[in-house]
Nanobody, 115 residues
Framework: QVYLVQSGGGLVQPGGSLRVSCKAS????????MGWYRQAPGKQREWVAT???????TWADSVKGRFTSSRDWSRRTVDLQMNSLKPEDTAVYYC?????????WGQGTQVTVSS
């Protein structure tokens, strides 16, 4: 069974930084593409980034240049580093992967940007 367990997030003022981590089990992490999504209150879930097994990332325009990601193969984690945060980044953030045509999701992590 695939499990994605998230940690991190929290409350930060505009311009601040936060990190969300996602630990994967039940997959071959070295060959698994990971994704990040977010869902703001009253809005649909939206794609944030795709992280390849090599650690290359593709970003949504709304976060490009402010968010980065890294993979730690020994800990089987992928981190989402969020810098220069804006109030509109407030959302529940989810990590994602797919296996055998099925999507798997982390439990979600609240990120709130407010003064």
């Amino acid at each position: 069974q695939v499990y994605l367990v998230q940690s991190g997030g929290g409350l930060v003022q505009p311009g601040g930084s936060l990190r969300v981590s996602c630990k994967a089990s039940g997959v071959n992490f070295k060959i698994t593409t990971m994704g990040w999504y977010r869902q703001a209150p009253g809005k649909q879930r939206e794609w944030v980034a795709t992280i390849t097994p090599d650690g290359d990332a593709t970003w949504a325009d709304s976060v490009k240049g402010r968010f980065t990601s890294s993979r730690d193969w020994s800990r089987r984690t992928v981190d989402l580093q969020m810098n220069s945060l804006k109030p509109e980044d407030t959302a529940v953030y989810y990590c994602n992967t797919a296996r055998a045509g099925r999507d798997f999701w982390g439990q979600g992590t609240q990120v709130t940007v407010s003064s």
